[in-house]
């Protein structure tokens, strides 16, 4: 499906109709039938596609802003704005976004969104599939005393979007929907409702007393805040976003989110059908009348749910101020640590309950472990023509491994693997630079290099620097200008020269114009593609003292092919095309560029019994790199054109 | 009341996502129940890729009951009734997945990980993973779908259609060649694609 044809999708307004959406597009369609007006974002995995379609849709919708903020706090900062506007407002991020957003978070809080509405829709990653942790962020709900809802399924994402938009606006505190990534990325069908216009904000009226947080105000809105958590605690009373599931057992089981999905699949294979089930939709606050009512015959109450014991907690303390007589058990079944799934509550289940697994799992482990175990782990790989690929390879050239390096969250952080080895650390998004800045303090007889990315640099970078320049630090800043958040899916950067809504616009900063700002003396910018230059570069850099700013810049490959491959298609038709080649007769396999460049356009084949490598034409991306650094005389790699003739003057 | 767990795995490129949404949406078209998940964070950069795709089918008088249909996105650890898997290496990856009465169709085509290449490493060849598999289930069956595609579209593009047309002619799928042909042009896909499902098929014919 296109993007046109999917916008039109996601927009119709049938209501009734039936479609089949990912966690991500399913919050989307929430927002819209909610009548959202205004959304930010910083992108993060697993939640990025929930700005990108609005990137795209928002022109589609009269009185609909969307931006892509320059990190997290700014986001939520620009949202509540729009709030206190009378707006409908979405934040969306991933889950340690809300750490670079939670300066903001708190006393947002404190003040409320009123007259509009705030939702945070934030992906969780039990697993740590793409993120630096997997902290499990109903923690800043509990200490906010911000409610939060956890939808299981795409359907719950579209209906508790809508419910978190009504909370908000009724309790004047802003709502965290937070879903983990297999509720994101998961697909499922989704029942449309109506769409409701956007609700734009229309004045802000001045209130210092809910607004300005500072001395006695802050304290007042302390206290409003805790009245008006009280409410939420009634309003979730109310509730049908929790559920039960009734059942005559002795034994009842709480759960969550999409910790659900898996209770219900194992209780079914356990053949269980008789254990009633509460399904927390507001996990915070939990209803306490729900879990006195919910626990009246039972005597044991097992919590399920991923990350760590929260709810368990929770319900363990409402127990005991209720005097509840049950037992109440949890994290010492199931894991506190990576994703559930229906295997692991289906042990935790049977140890509980004394029941046997119809599964033999021991031996469907002993099976698997045994055929894993010829499996070659498959690393993430720089893509063929990758710039960050040339740049990595021209610093190894000139410092070898005597070096320390660090690393930051982007494409980059895959310098880690082999063939590069190439990085020391990585924290969380701007850390690479302090942390090097810290060492460079006390280790006097290496070079000092971090590498950050450039919209990771625009988020988190620019204090980092004036710090380390203002203290005197001695490194080398390797700035990866790609031009895209590419990790996330190419969203453009404050220096792309798009907009947030994909139209061109002149670059709204140039980063060598900040490093220089910042109080930076050595500033050189190169083209990775020509790796003499850049290793001159990197060269001249080492000789001098201080703080050194390196910006390697080129365009994303992805993003470079995405245009130019058509182009190539077109002339391959007319009989034209251009191809690199690598010349057998000529190679003297030091692989080169197959194991130390390791571009994956070059693989090896044997042919008559003997080694060779070759380029695959299809993923080789004219970068010419391979080239340059060929070792073999001759040179054995080089770039051939047919029928240039064609091409005319 | 009946699931049916279809499990896609490969390398980010290959086509996994692709096939697997087009099994999702051929499910919900049936009127089956459908969840799944994609494993895709890497998807770009060479790094492995999954497409699970879950439907239950209730007979025609059958209700929804929660208790009973209610599906997590990830396939529970040998539930996967087809598993197929567009480059063979990743099909050890997948083993969990797999039991006795799987079918696995593994595409005799391999990408090297950057792993290997620098520690020299040497990927078992396809047949001896199919030999491995065949411990857990004998219904493995390697398809040169890779070379298939090169000698009829001249590159890899339809590896994916074709591997589900060998999956479509084993006829233990819950689906039928018309299903996926009519989502297929729903969604847009080119008439390539009908013609690599039917090569497909008739790789699989040709074998029995």
């Known amino acids: 499906m296109s993007m046109e044809e999917f916008i039109e999708e996601i927009l119709v307004d049938e209501p009734g109709k039936k479609v089949i959406l990912s966690g991500n597009e399913a919050i989307v369609r929430g927002a819209i039938e909610a009548g959202v007006s205004f959304v930010t974002t910083y992108p993060g995995t697993p939640a990025s596609e929930i700005g990108d379609i609005f990137s795209h849709i928002c022109r589609k919708i009269s009185g609909l802003y969307f931006e892509y903020s320059t990190n997290e706090i700014v986001a939520i900062e620009t949202a509540v704005g729009a709030a206190w506007t009378g707006a409908r407002a979405l934040v969306a991020m991933k889950h340690v976004g809300l750490n670079v957003a939670a300066d903001a978070f708190f006393t947002i809080c404190y003040s409320g969104p009123n007259p509009g509405a705030l939702v945070i829709a934030h992906g969780s990653d039990p697993g740590c599939y793409s993120s630096q942790n997997e902290q499990d962020n109903r923690y800043y709900a509990l200490h906010a005393h911000c409610p939060l809802v956890q939808p299981s399924n795409p359907q719950e994402c579209k209906d508790f979007t809508i419910a978190a938009f009504e909370m908000s606006e009724k309790l004047d505190l802003p709502v965290i929907l937070d879903a983990n990534m297999r509720t994101l990325h998961g697909l499922g069908e989704v029942t449309y409702g109506p769409i409701n216009p956007p609700r734009e904000g229309k004045r802000f009226v001045r209130s210092q007393f809910k607004y300005v947080n500072a001395g006695f105000v802050a304290l007042s809105n302390k206290k409003r805040l805790l009245d008006r958590f009280r409410k939420a605690e009634e309003y979730a009373e109310k509730s049908d976003l929790n559920r039960v599931f009734e059942g005559g057992s002795s034994t009842g089981i709480i759960t969550a989110g999409g910790a659900f999905n898996y209770v219900m699949e194992a209780l079914d294979s356990l053949g269980l059908y008789d254990l009633p089930v509460l399904k927390l939709g507001i996990v915070h606050p939990i209803p306490r009348g729900l879990i006195k009512r919910f626990s009246e015959n039972l005597e044991r109450i097992i919590v399920v749910e991923e990350l760590e014991g929260f709810i368990e907690s929770d319900v363990k303390r409402i127990a005991f101020e209720l005097g509840l007589d049950v037992e109440i058990v949890g994290k010492e079944y199931f894991p506190a640590y990576g994703e559930l799934n229906v295997d692991l509550v289906v042990q935790g289940l049977s140890k509980v309950l004394g029941v046997k697994p119809k599964k033999n799992y021991d031996e469907i482990r002993k099976l698997a472990t045994e055929v894993k175990s010829k499996y070659i782990p498959r690393d993430p790989i720089f893509c063929p023509g990758c710039p960050h690929r040339a740049t990595l390879y021209a610093i190894k050239k000139v410092v070898g491994d005597n070096a320390i390096f660090g690393g930051d969250i982007g494409c980059y952080t895959l310098a880690a693997l082999p063939p590069f080895n190439m990085t020391d650390f990585v924290i969380c998004m701007g850390a690479g630079l302090s942390i090097a800045a810290g060492i460079s303090h006390i280790i006097k007889d290496k070079p000092i290099i971090a590498f950050i990315g450039d919209s990771t640099f625009l988020h988190a970078g620019i204090p980092g620097l004036i710090n380390a320049v203002y203290n005197n630090a001695n490194l080398i800043l390797v700035i990866l200008d790609n031009r895209w958040v590419a990790m996330t899916g190419h969203q453009p950067t404050p220096a792309t020269g798009i907009s947030s809504t994909h139209e061109p616009t002149s670059p709204a900063v140039k980063l060598e114009e900040i490093v220089r700002a910042c109080g930076v003396r050595f500033v050189k910018v190169f083209d990775p593609y020509n790796v003499r230059s850049a290793m001159e570069a990197i060269s001249e850099a080492l000789e001098h003292e201080g703080v050194r700013v390196l910006i390697a810049r080129r365009e994303c490959a992805l993003q470079a092919e995405r245009r130019e491959k058509p182009r190539r298609l077109e002339l391959q038709k007319r009989g034209i095309a251009a191809y690199y080649i690598l010349e057998p007769e000529r190679c003297q396999m030091c692989e080169e560029c197959y194991k130390n460049f390791g571009c994956p356009a070059i693989k090896k084949s044997i042919i008559d019994g003997e080694e060779i490598l070759y380029i695959e034409t299809a993923r080789c991306t004219h970068c010419d790199v391979c080239r340059q650094i060929c070792k073999s005389g001759g040179p054995a790699i080089r770039k051939t054109i047919v029928n240039p003739h064609l091409l005319g003057v | ?208």
């Open chain 2, 1 to 208: 009341m009946k699931k049916y767990n279809i499990l896609v795995a490969g390398v980010g490129g290959q086509g996994v996502i692709t096939v697997g949404r087009l099994l999702k949406r051929a499910g919900l078209r049936k009127g089956y129940i459908v969840v799944g998940t994609e494993t895709r964070g890497a998807s770009q950069r060479e790094g492995p890729v999954d497409s699970a795709v879950r439907y239950v089918i209730l007979e025609d008088d059958e209700k929804f009951d929660p208790r009973r249909c209610t599906l997590s996105p990830i396939i529970p650890m040998g539930d996967a009734d087809m598993v197929m898997c567009l480059e063979s290496n990743e099909a050890l990856r997948v083993s969990e997945y797999i039991s006795s009465k799987s079918y696995v169709l593994i595409n005799d085509y391999q990408i090297l990980p950057t792993r290997a290449r620098s520690f020299g490493l040497k990927m078992p060849p396809t047949d001896t993973i199919a030999n491995l598999l065949k411990k857990i289930t004998p219904n493995v069956r390697v398809v040169n779908a890779s070379a298939v595609s090169e000698r009829e579209f001249g590159d890899l593009t339809k590896v994916n259609m074709i591997m589900l047309g060998v999956a479509l002619a084993l006829g233990v799928m819950p689906l039928s060649f018309e299903d996926i042909e009519v989502t297929l042009r729903e969604m847009g896909f080119s008439e390539d694609n009908i013609r690599a499902i039917r090569i497909g098929m008739k790789l699989m014919e040709g074998e029995v």
